[in-house]
């Protein structure tokens, strides 16, 4: 049976992609991407000759049928997001149900992951932690999330777009209490790699004097009683 290999790739330094990486993107026939333009860059920097396809948000039910034709045909195919690990706040998790189903193989290749890279540099606790995903922008949903992060018993990981992380945190010092130690990775493994700690408080007052740029990662200490 054909595989679909689930390739971890950079979060910023080319440099990071694994050689297990490199060379299963220059095995694969086909190169699925959420933005083809992005991993581009990537198969030229590891000299892979297969043709890219587009598979994002919006046409990834679209592409199954093909998917699995190629893979019924012998093809083995490779996942990849914009940086880090597929599926991870990325498309990809219905098209990896329906190779399943069709009795292919699905294989991960580990790598970078923004969210493991921003927990271990936090110096937060980190014995145990939960991540979810991009906050709701409004409503009853961003209610509950912020809720669970205030009651939380587990280091919590957010991502986060930089126009609205200050925003965030300031929602988060109202739920959570501006004492809440919370640290925010930014630009991870890029040139302007940057890391800020303190409390709540403390960090979205140093955002709103500097407005951040680039990936924003947010971690957030448990409550009292983690």
Known sequence: MATLYLVSTPIGNLADVSPRAEQTLRSVHRILAEDTRRSRVLADHVGA????????????????????????????LALVSD???PLVSDPGATLVEAVHEAGHTVVPIP??????????????????????????????ARQALLERVASSTETVVLFESPQRTVRLLEDLAKECGPERAVAVARELTKVHEELQRGTLAEVASHYRAHPPRGEVTVVVAPGASG
């Open 83 to 85: 940086a880090g690990t």
């Open 49 to 76: 000759k297969a043709p890219l396809v587009s598979l994002h948000a919006h046409n990834e039910r679209a592409r199954i049928e093909s998917v699995l034709a190629w893979l019924g045909a012998g093809e083995d």
């Open 111 to 140: 790598g970078p992951s923004a969210v493991l890279a921003a927990l271990v540099a936090s110096g937060l606790a980190m014995g145990r932690f939960i991540f979810l995903g991009f906050p709701e922008r409004k409503g009853k």
